[in-house]
């Protein structure tokens, strides 16, 4: 995943949300390169994950989805807590009472 302003030059100006067709602020380049903007990546993407997993878990039933759910959970932490350690800087301070 990288920020959308350090790919412009690779993809264009115009690149938009894939799944929206917003602003994006992020991309994910595999295959192809997949932008998303802060509503999809909160909103949109966790949904479609969750279906995902359900449905890879359909023939496993309930502890086949609970073990796959807390797998999304845990790479979903990690890839935020990298990202936001590389945007932020290795200092985390708790803000929540500002
Ligand atoms: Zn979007």
Redesign the pocket.
């Known amino acids: 995943m990288a920020r959308v302003e350090k790919v412009k030059g690779l993809f264009g100006e115009e690149v938009?949300?894939?799944?929206?067709?917003?602003?994006?602020i992020a991309v994910w380049v595999g295959k192809d390169a997949i932008?998303?903007?802060?509503?999809?990546?909160i909103e949109?993407l966790p949904r479609l994950l969750g279906e995902a997993i359900a449905i890879a878990a359909s023939d496993e039933g309930w502890l086949g989805f609970k073990r796959r759910l807390e797998r999304l959970e845990k790479n979903i932490y990690r890839g935020a807590l990298a990202a936001a350690i590389d945007l932020l800087g290795g200092e985390i301070r708790d803000d929540s009472d500002a």
């Open positions: 938009r949300c894939s799944v929206c067709g917003g602003d994006p932008f998303v903007c802060e509503r999809c990546a949109i």
